[in-house]
């Protein structure tokens, strides 16, 4: 199992910035986690890492967040109300003092 939570559970989000929160929520949706998953087994982990590598390259050759490379401006569940996947009512909390978006459809509290 793989760990990178926070002390309160979930993915620790406490020493980035905006950006990189929308980033890594970015990635967590691509690879159907929920940010409040604490232990993610090592399938997701090397899914999470792939997809990490992938759109950590198109975000740089971007100069922004790319979580969509067919429509790089627009964002899967991050400040939107409804998943742009399925349409299902996006899930907030706080996480770390920030607001933290999911799907509850299409990501999931235990690897998949
Ligand atoms: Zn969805």
């Given at each position: 199992?793989?760990?990178?939570?926070?002390?309160?559970?979930?993915?620790?989000?406490?020493?980035?910035?905006?950006?990189?929160?929308?980033?890594?929520?970015?990635?967590?949706?691509?690879?159907?986690?929920?940010?409040?998953?604490?232990?993610?087994?090592?399938?997701?982990?090397?899914?999470?890492w792939d997809t990490a590598v992938r759109h950590l390259a198109l975000g740089r050759d971007a100069g922004q967040v790319v979580s969509d490379p067919g429509a790089p401006d627009e964002r899967w569940v991050y400040k939107r109300e409804r998943c742009r996947r399925c349409g299902a009512a996006v899930r907030t909390w706080t996480l770390a003092s920030r607001t933290a978006y999911a799907c509850p459809a299409d990501q999931h509290l235990h690897a998949i």
């Open positions: 199992m793989v760990r990178a939570t926070s002390p309160q559970g979930g993915f620790d989000a406490r020493p980035y910035d905006g950006r990189v929160v929308e980033g890594v929520e970015a990635l967590l949706f691509l690879t159907g986690l929920d940010p409040g998953a604490r232990d993610i087994g090592a399938e997701a982990a090397g899914r999470l």
